[in-house]
């Protein structure tokens, strides 16, 4: 706890506002750390505001899309209080970003190598040849033989093409990494070697790493600390090992049954062989939230208060213990938090 | 810069093996190039002036000959050789009508560019103005408009009111089909990936948009160039050329006050009516072709993807 945070993000809430005059609220008082050499899983849903987060970090919400109040600190200065042009010359230098489908975000019609060069040029003013000598090491690095940088995107396999979009984020050696589902559209075989190969990197190169899923299974296997979120709000946030195996919240731990788990079917006899169980009905649309707690009109154990109050996040972990284990719901009574 | 050059010739090359096969194509682009050889090479085409009266044995004008050895295709009511004028005619119809066409595409594409990457209140004006542009007869408003600025006196040729005119008044279709192109590419990811790189609007639209829309705008500019010249015909046909330097247009237009029609003198009327056909034709058979061969959706690729992977391989071999 004595580390000073790279990020940190303090109640975050963003809008956007809707064709027919309404706002919808992706996020709400979003608070969380992500401490330097780590990675931070953010989990949920479609549509709880993984990615919404990611965007509003980078400050690249689409137009209809506006922070409304919060704070943004990396490495000390609030990123809410640049300009335009300081949060150009921030981006990608200090935090990149894998995006959704690497697919799309390479441009069908440019070489993978300029692509990647793109970046560099963009930021340092290295000469184009000592750029090109970057290229290549990039690509060798992420594992594509450096002859392939004069190949087009079409060119690629869809993992030479997400380990592409690594090497790109890699290209200005960033602090931060975020990595939005970064595995999906893959083949299994090729999710164990796109992680495999983001934890490589992290060790080699002590990066920090965001990383959206709603794998549960990537999140254990790969993250430190893990933020649950439902319908725009953190549900859950703690270590990923006690997120996983003493998951705190209703949701979570719904969350846990939905999804296979080979570890704990073979570690633990009791839930071998266990049926998954789905949570009925869908994600709150965020133009017309449930008063009260969100997740209570799927919740099992939805009491009156709450659908009246929506619970504030409370300290879930064992007294004395230094790591926080955060959890917002009425049932669970922990101690209370200031700071966060 | 060498790389590039050799790669720019190889995409030609491969450009032309395609273009060669297509008939339509290949005879948009022959009427055209014979146009613009016609009126780059007008004095060696001639075997007059433009102006020159031709006079018979007794030195009067052969006014309303026939096409005959003294003129190829006849004379006019002044006796002056219909040929020559056409040819020379060439040369003003094909400027006015490339000069406005690009100046047309120009400003269709700057509107429709920005319109469609800034969206929201740049968008509402521009296409607004767009609108505008589009209800109001053009005819019309183009006659107002040359009359009313020769009037001025503002010391631009005649010709120049014309190029102008067209050019600011056709890009309305243009700017509309470059913003919905630009409207689809700017939603794609990779703009998204641009900006998280901290480039800026200027960079994104020049490194991403551009080369993606710059397919359309070729074609398109044929395709305008056509519209162009036709209504600098339109125009002139009206009385709005420049008589010190006839166009096609101009020549019709003469033909008409002059009664060529009543007088029979075909000669007269048909050649630049049909040299209006040729050019015009030719823009809109290429303009077409060029639109199918370089709309990206329809390129072969993975040809050309191919022969670069083998460039490669044969590189790295060496």
């Known amino acids: 706890m004595t580390i000073q945070p790279l990020l940190s993000v303090r109640h975050l809430t963003t809008e956007f506002q809707l064709p027919n005059h309404q706002v919808a609220r992706a996020l709400e008082n979003v608070s969380f750390d992500v401490r330097p050499g780590q990675t931070l899983g953010l989990v949920g849903e479609s549509g709880c505001g993984k990615t919404t987060t990611l965007m509003s970090v980078m400050r690249l919400l689409p137009a209809s899309g506006r922070i409304t ?11 809410l209080t640049l300009n335009e042009r300081e949060m150009r010359a921030f981006r990608w230098k200090e935090i990149a970003i894998i995006f959704q489908g690497s697919m799309n975000a390479l441009n069908p019609v440019i070489k993978v190598g300029d692509q990647i060069s793109e970046a560099i040029l963009l930021h340092n003013q290295m000469e184009r040849e000592a750029a090109e000598q ?52 893959l083949d299994v075989m090729i999710q164990a070697q796109v992680l495999e190969l983001l934890k490589q990197i992290q060790r080699n190169l002590g990066l920090t790493i965001v990383l959206v899923t709603h794998d549960l299974g990537v999140i254990a296997e790969m993250c430190d600390e893990v933020v649950v979120m439902y319908g725009g709000k953190v ?106 | 810069m060498n ?54 044995a007794n030195g009067r004008g052969m006014t309303f000959a026939p ?20 040819v020379y005619g060439a040369r003003i119809s094909l400027t006015v009508g490339f000069l406005a066409g690009f100046m047309a595409m120009f400003v269709g594409s700057l509107f429709g560019i920005m319109a469609g990457y800034f969206s929201g209140r740049v968008d509402n004006v521009l296409m607004r103005i767009t609108d505008v542009l589009l209800v109001i007869p053009d005819l019309p408003l183009m006659l107002i408009l040359v009359a009313t600025l020769r ?7 005649p010709l120049s009111v014309l190029i102008v005119v067209i050019g600011l008044l056709y890009w309305t279709s243009t700017a509309r ?27 994104i639209i020049r490194k991403h948009i551009l080369p993606q829309i710059m397919p359309l705008i070729v074609a398109n500019t044929v395709l305008i160039l056509s519209t162009a010249i036709l209504i600098e015909s339109g125009l002139a046909f009206l009385g709005l050329g420049d008589p010190t330097k006839p166009s096609w247009g101009t020549m019709l237009n003469f033909a008409f006050d002059r009664n060529a029609v009543t007088n029979g003198a075909w000669w007269f009327y048909l050649p630049p009516g049909l040299a209006i056909v040729w050019v015009t034709l030719g823009c809109v058979l290429l303009g077409n072709v060029l639109e199918e061969l370089l709309n990206p959706r329809l390129t072969e690729h993975h040809l050309e993807g191919d022969q670069n ?6 590189k790295g071999t060496q």
């Open chain 1, 69 to 79: 109040e919060g704070n943004i600190y990396f490495k000390g200065t609030d990123l």
């Open chain 1, 134 to 185: 970057r290229v290549g090491e990039l690509l060798e690095l992420v594992g594509i033989q450096r002859l392939r940088r004069n190949q087009y995107p079409f060119q690629y396999s869809g993992g030479m093409r997400q380990r592409a979009m690594i090497a790109m984020a890699l290209a200005c050696s960033p602090a931060l990494l975020f990595a939005d589902e970064p595995t999906t559209a």
């Open chain 1, 235 to 340: 549900t859950e946030y703690g270590p990923a090992d006690l997120i996983y195996n003493q998951p705190q919240h209703p949701y979570t731990q719904r969350l846990l049954k939905a999804f296979p788990d080979l570890n704990r079917a073979t570690e633990a006899s009791d839930s071998a062989g266990q049926d998954l169980v789905t949570i009925p009905g869908s994600p709150p649309r965020l133009n017309a939230l449930p008063p009260g707690c969100r997740f209570n009109p799927r919740c099992q154990e939805s009491m009156e208060i709450c659908t009246q109050v929506a619970p504030d996040l409370v300290d879930m972990a064992a007294p004395g213990s230094e790591a926080r284990h955060l959890a917002a719901c009425h049932l669970l009574k922990g101690m209370e938090i200031e700071d966060l």
């Open chain 2, 3 to 56: 790389e590039s050059w050799v790669l720019f010739k190889r995409n030609l090359r491969n450009f032309w093996r395609i273009f060669s096969h297509n008939k339509l194509g290949m005879l948009g682009a022959f009427l055209v190039f014979t146009a613009i050889f016609v009126a780059v090479f007008a004095p060696l085409l001639t075997p007059y002036a433009p102006t020159d009266i031709i006079r018979d």
């Open chain 2, 67 to 86: 096409p005959s050895v003294h003129g190829p295709l006849g004379t006019d009511d002044a006796g002056r050789d219909i040929w020559s004028q056409l």
């Open chain 2, 151 to 157: 009037q001025m006196d503002l010391r631009i040729s």
């Open chain 2, 177 to 203: 089909l470059i913003r919905s192109q630009v409207l689809t590419i700017k939603e794609r990811q990779f703009v998204d990936r641009a900006r998280a790189f901290g480039a800026g609007h200027r960079y």
């Open chain 2, 309 to 314: 992977m083998i460039a490669i391989k044969r």
